[in-house]
């Protein structure tokens, strides 16, 4: 919704944005390949060619083939914002200007959402994240966003706030597992006391809440920096937050599923699920590698 928010023309927005504002319609972002490293977007070999002849002509073809399109398998979605190769373009195009975003309805000829993929098992169903093929797909003139060949840089403005908004669910992922540790803690009793009056419980629990606070002011350190200073502006701060978050998470859940002993693990509780979800959060929109280096290098040119 956001993307269509800031960069859609007015008719894309009649079309597309007030049925998603109203729930009638959902979408997905189709740009990981299994094809090719994706955190690297240069590599996308998806297409999206003009076609220039003909009475389609000033439309597009879309041919490629998505994976990880998370709530493709949703039936109510219906628009597939998909970003692939632009053609034809001038051989000189800088590789950050190659790409083409443009707005698919899913249920075009051509589309075929293969299969829904797992995450540890978890099929996150309804939405579900999505294998599908593009098989010369055609999309009619103004199906295009903000220009061809400027995919980049509305993934770039999009993914700042996109970012900073999975690491608040990841704060809320880690609250809510401390709340459970401290519940299964006063509640159960091991070798003659609640687990909560046991030293290396009560030690846990205040390393899970350093853990998990020092997170959190990195996320609220980044939000601000966003608010004053845009995403480029804030783009280290949303580096490490989008690093710390994850990993905050992910070291309460598991010391939650600790205090739970084999319950923690199991489905009776929500934790091994939150576990699954928080650890996609270290690849999903950017591998932890990619934003250390990011954060190296605003580093590198504030302090030298
Ligand atoms: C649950 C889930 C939901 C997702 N939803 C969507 C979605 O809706 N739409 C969508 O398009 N994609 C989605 N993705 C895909 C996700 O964004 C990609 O998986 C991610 O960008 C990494 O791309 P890749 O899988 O191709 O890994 P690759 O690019 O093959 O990278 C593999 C590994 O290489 C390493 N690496 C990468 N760069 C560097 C570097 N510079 N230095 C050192 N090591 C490096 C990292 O360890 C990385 O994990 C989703 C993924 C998951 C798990």
Same mark, same amino acid.
């Given at each position: 919704?956001?993307?269509?928010?800031?960069? =859609?023309?007015?008719?894309?927005?009649?079309?597309?944005?007030?049925?998603?504002?109203?729930?009638?319609?959902?979408?997905?972002?189709?740009?990981?390949?299994?094809?090719?490293?994706?955190?690297?977007?240069?590599?996308?070999?998806?297409? *999206?060619?003009?076609?220039?002849? =003909?009475?389609?002509?000033?439309?597009?073809?879309?041919?490629?083939?998505?994976?990880?399109?998370?709530?493709?398998?949703?039936?109510?979605?219906?628009?597939?914002?998909?970003?692939?190769?632009?053609?034809?373009?001038?051989?000189?195009?800088?590789?950050? !200007?190659?790409?083409?975003?443009?707005?698919?309805? /899913?249920?075009?000829? =051509?589309?075929?959402?293969?299969?829904?993929?797992?995450?540890?098992?978890?099929?996150?169903?309804?939405?579900?994240?999505?294998? %599908?093929?593009?098989?010369?797909?055609?999309?009619?003139?103004?199906? *295009?966003?903000?220009?061809?060949?400027?995919?980049?840089?509305?993934?770039?403005?999009?993914?700042?706030?996109?970012?900073?908004?999975?690491?608040?669910?990841?704060?809320?992922?880690?609250?809510? &597992?401390?709340? /459970?540790?401290?519940?299964?803690? #006063?509640? !159960? %009793?091991?070798?003659?006391?609640?687990?909560?009056?046991?030293?290396?419980?009560?030690? #846990?629990?205040?390393? &899970? $809440?350093?853990?998990?606070?020092?997170?959190?002011?990195?996320?609220? $350190?980044?939000?601000?920096?966003?608010?004053? !200073?845009?995403?480029?502006?804030?783009?280290?701060?949303?580096?490490? &937050?989008?690093?710390?978050?994850?990993?905050?998470?992910?070291?309460?859940?598991?010391?939650?599923?600790?205090?739970?002993?084999?319950?923690?693990?199991?489905?009776?509780?929500?934790? &091994?699920?939150?576990?699954?979800?928080? $650890?996609?959060?270290?690849?999903?929109?950017?591998?932890?590698?990619?934003?250390?280096?990011?954060?190296?290098?605003?580093?590198? !040119?504030?302090?030298?």
């Amino acid at each position: 919704m956001e993307i269509l928010a800031r960069y =859609g023309t007015r008719s894309q927005q009649e079309r597309w944005l007030l049925p998603l504002l109203r729930g009638e319609i959902r979408s997905c972002f189709a740009m990981t390949e299994p094809a090719v490293a994706s955190s690297d977007a240069t590599n996308l070999e998806a297409r *999206v060619d003009r076609i220039e002849v =003909g009475e389609r002509r000033g439309g597009h073809v879309v041919h490629g083939r998505k994976w990880w399109t998370s709530g493709a398998m949703d039936t109510r979605c219906s628009l597939c914002i998909f970003i692939g190769r632009a053609a034809p373009l001038p051989a000189n195009t800088p590789p950050h !200007r190659r790409h083409t975003m443009i707005l698919l309805p /899913l249920g075009s000829e =051509g589309v075929k959402v293969m299969r829904p993929l797992t995450v540890f098992g978890y099929d996150d169903a309804p939405h579900g994240h999505a294998e %599908v093929d593009f098989n010369n797909v055609y999309v009619p003139a103004g199906g *295009v966003l903000l220009g061809e060949g400027r995919g980049f840089e509305i993934a770039q403005g999009r993914l700042g706030p996109g970012r900073l908004h999975h690491c608040m669910r990841l704060i809320g992922m880690g609250e809510r &597992a401390i709340r /459970l540790m401290k519940e299964r803690a #006063a509640a !159960r %009793v091991v070798f003659g006391k609640p687990i909560a009056d046991q030293g290396a419980f009560q030690h #846990a629990l205040a390393e &899970a $809440r350093i853990t998990l606070d020092s997170a959190r002011l990195l996320v609220l $350190r980044a939000a601000d920096a966003l608010d004053r !200073r845009g995403f480029k502006g804030a783009r280290g701060e949303i580096a490490a &937050a989008k690093v710390a978050a994850p990993r905050a998470a992910l070291a309460v859940i598991d010391q939650a599923m600790q205090v739970h002993g084999g319950a923690g693990v199991s489905g009776e509780t929500p934790l &091994a699920y939150l576990y699954a979800g928080a $650890r996609t959060l270290r690849i999903a929109d950017g591998p932890d590698e990619v934003h250390l280096e990011t954060l190296a290098k605003v580093e590198m !040119r504030a302090r030298l």
